[in-house]
């Protein structure tokens, strides 16, 4: 979870109580009596939020949860979809993860009921619930949260409080003793949310918050956690954590279960001391009303634009996207390559096995033809010059993990092509190539982040260009590799363009990358197109115009190309993070 120092600003609404739910959980439910937060900080203190639950397998935390009565705990279902009720213990009362928590207690799993409607391609109805192995007995540091009930409103900017004991950044867990952690963070609305992870992506069953800047949000391994708001005197659980674009990401707000949408299957499971459920009413008007989309398509999975998930359980099945889960499948993050430790210096020469996990060699007629790059879990992006012969999807094979062109590749995979579309901007455009599986990643198997516009690769920049150019890596035509630097544009300079040292590139190079490394992750920052007439003119980019290039400069433009329906569908792309 990431952490800064936070600001509460007290809001007074009032409470309206809805009929269902016993009197007695409304008595209850939502009261945090050791919590007087004003200014937070990295560690909750102990009791805050005594309806925090750590699910533990094998000894350790995969998910959170939350408490709701005496005898049942809610949470996110992706935190189970490999994982069976026995092999669940559930904690309450507990502040590290550790060292001793003198205020809790421990409880077997006899049943979970995830959502029969969860859907595990989009995380709809991310919801479940565990009835423990026997009553709990409420004190100072254990007490059920009040949930939201139907009808309630949540605006745009509604504060809001979440809490796990999840990665404190992307691949940076949480430090010893492991401390639950708190984190403050405004709603975002559902049309905002939509458009930046893609319209349709974000149903009514969700609800999101973060700041748009970045720098606040929920991680792996806080997965099934609650967010929560208050209202008065209690706090009312909104949402619980189900998944996000990496963490902490600008413009990638975590996404929710939104608990309101569920009060009625609640009920039905839990016959007896039903949860207290009270309405949440947001003042004032609703902000998110007056947002609309610039574009049909979704910012992340524009094929220029994409990038990041892990489910936040989850493994990431796409950006996105992840949590506190110890499932089975790994976490899908773009721009990693485990078996890339190459470091600045060093020119031209012959990559190895994993170097370049996104490497994609497109073939046709049984012949490379261009390069790609692996962007999702099923969409590889090139250029839109490579199928200048044809754009018939059943001629096309994309093999990834691949080497050498001659000779064996042994990580490798074959896979066909569904469908080909071309952007249209003017000039040179990029090709998107939807694959008719997926691939099982590895660590020669990867997607490459895609520069959303907002990376900057800064003048002295080191990056890299790959590909299979005629001619080139021997006799076996190994992938080449050459390093780079980002240079002053000078007159062509513009928003839109990136330049380097001049390359020479080759006939085969063309659909490849230009990547440069930011952080711990790989960039795609231009898509490479190859001029028919010489070796030494290129272009690149999300939309790849040509540029000329100078004696000693090679220009790429990164424009970004619109996102056109049939990319705008895919959900799974390879950034979602499950928290």
């Known amino acids: 979870m990431k952490m800064a120092v936070f600001r509460a600003v007290c809001i007074v609404f009032l409470i309206t109580l809805l009929s269902k739910g016993t009197h007695s959980q409304l008595d209850v439910c939502g009261q945090a009596p050791l919590n007087m937060r004003i200014v937070g900080g990295q560690d909750a203190p102990p009791g805050a939020w005594p309806w925090q639950v750590s699910l533990h397998r094998s000894g350790s935390h995969f998910c959170g949860g939350s408490l709701i009565n005496k005898d049942w705990v809610l949470s996110a ?159 009312i659980q909104s ?25 009625d299957w609640i ?18 008007t609703d902000g998110d009303l007056s947002v609309s989309c610039t574009g049909p398509l979704p910012v992340t999975t524009n094929t220029t634009t994409a990038c990041n998930t892990t489910t936040k359980t989850t493994a990431c099945n796409t950006t996105t996207t992840t949590t506190a889960t110890i499932l089975t499948t790994p976490p899908v993050v773009c721009g990693s390559a485990p078996l890339n430790t190459l470091r600045v210096g060093g020119s031209s020469s012959l990559a ?111 990056c890299w260009i790959v590909g299979w150019g005629s001619g080139q890596g021997r006799v076996e035509q190994t992938l080449q590799q050459v390093q780079t630097s980002v240079v002053d544009c000078g007159n062509s300079s513009s928003t839109e363009n990136i330049c380097t040292g001049l390359v020479d590139l080759q006939q085969g190079d063309a659909g490849g990358p230009l990547m440069c490394k930011q952080g711990v992750a790989w960039f795609q920052a231009a898509v490479l197109a190859v001029a028919n007439s010489t070796s030494n003119s290129s272009s690149g980019s999300n939309n790849t115009t040509s540029n000329s290039t100078s004696s000693n400069t090679t220009a790429f433009n990164t424009t970004v190309a619109p996102a056109t329906t049939t990319i705008a569908t895919t959900t799974e792309s390879g950034v979602v993070s499950f928290h």
């Open 267 to 284: 009920n039905s499971q839990i016959s007896t001391d039903q949860p207290g459920f009270v309405r949440f009413t947001s003042s004032g």
């Open 239 to 263: 949402g619980v954590v189900s998944f996000g674009i990496g963490c902490a990401r600008p413009n990638f707000p975590g996404v929710y279960a939104r608990v309101s949408q569920y009060q």
């Open 352 to 462: 190895t096995g994993g170097l370049w996990p996104w490497m994609a060699s497109l073939h046709r007629g049984g012949k490379h033809v261009c390069g790609g790059t692996l962007i999702t879990e099923q969409f590889v992006l090139s250029s839109a010059d490579c199928f200048s012969s044809s754009t018939n999807a059943s001629e096309w094979t994309v093999f990834l993990g691949r080497l050498n062109q001659n000779g064996s590749n042994p990580n490798e995979v074959s896979l066909r092509v569904n469908s080909i579309t071309l952007s249209n901007m003017t000039g040179n455009n990029v090709a998107v190539l939807e694959l008719a599986s997926k691939p099982t990643l590895s660590d020669f198997i990867q997607p490459i982040c895609v520069d959303r516009g907002t990376e900057t690769f800064s003048t002295g920049t080191r």
């Open 77 to 235: 279902a992706h935190c189970f979809q490999s994982i069976t009720a026995p092999q669940v213990t559930v904690f309450l009362g507990r502040q590290t993860q550790q060292g001793s928590n003198p205020n809790e207690v421990s409880r077997k799993v006899p049943q979970i009921i995830s959502h029969p409607d969860y859907n595990s391609a989009n995380f709809d109805n991310d919801i479940a619930l565990l009835r423990l192995s026997s009553s709990v007995t409420f004190t100072k540091f254990i007490r059920p949260v009040c949930l939201a009930a139907a009808g309630s409103t949540f605006y745009k900017g509604t504060d809001s409080w979440v809490t796990g004991w999840g990665r404190i950044a992307e691949g940076v867990p949480l430090p010893s003793p492991q401390t639950l952690q708190e984190v403050e963070v405004p709603v975002v609305g559902n049309r905002q949310c939509n458009c930046l992870y893609g319209v349709g992506s974000i149903t009514d069953n969700m609800i999101c918050a973060g700041l748009l800047a970045g720098g606040k949000d929920a991680c792996q391994d806080d997965s099934g956690g609650p967010m929560v708001s208050k209202q008065g005197s209690r706090w």
